[in-house]
């Protein structure tokens, strides 16, 4: 038996009656504000879910289900990820930071606002989707698709872009600060911020 209860009140939202989570059929969920930090759903369902502000730090959800779901202000840091769907998912402010997203699926999510900051998101296909304000500083996204997405105004600072395709790709006013963009596929539209000496304050011109 599981006790899915509020990350704060601790109150009681759910119970499951099942002696594991893996693998779960759990979709049309209502878990706002939920406890799942460390939990392992690897395989599960949760899609056309409402998760938003859900804890789902630590937690294993490798190859999870999310379509369509609302994760809007849920913590995901060092969750496992890999070849997790987030398809069409809102995904507004969520934090991301330091989780293994390898092979995940954005495609269409509003990644608007999200931290992915370390995040690991090799192989992610992060096409059409909207990641304008988004931090991913230090992100891995080598060999990422991030096609006809919009990452307007996103921190990618000594991220790692190497054969990353940005075909038709949104970075206006992106900072990418010592970001590594060798074997880029395709041209990025808009202006972004590479590291130069306009970066600097001027007293850092000399020496």
Known sequence: MFEIKQRRTEKVLARINAETLVRRRLEGVKLPNADLSGLDLSGSSLRNSDLRGVDFTGATLTKCNFHTTNLSGAVLDNAELEGADFTDAVLVDATFRGANLKGAVFRYANLSGADLADAQLSDADISMADGSNANLTGADLTNSDLRS???????????????????????????????????????????????????????????
């Open 149 to 207: 997405s919009d990452f307007s105004n996103a921190n990618l600072t000594r991220a790692t872009l190497v054969g990353t395709d940005l075909t038709n790709t949104k970075l206006m006013c992106a900072k990418l600060m010592q970001a590594r963009m060798e074997k880029t596929v395709g041209r990025a539209p808009g202006r972004a911020r590479t590291t130069s000496k306009s970066d600097q304050q001027w007293w850092r011109f000399w020496g």
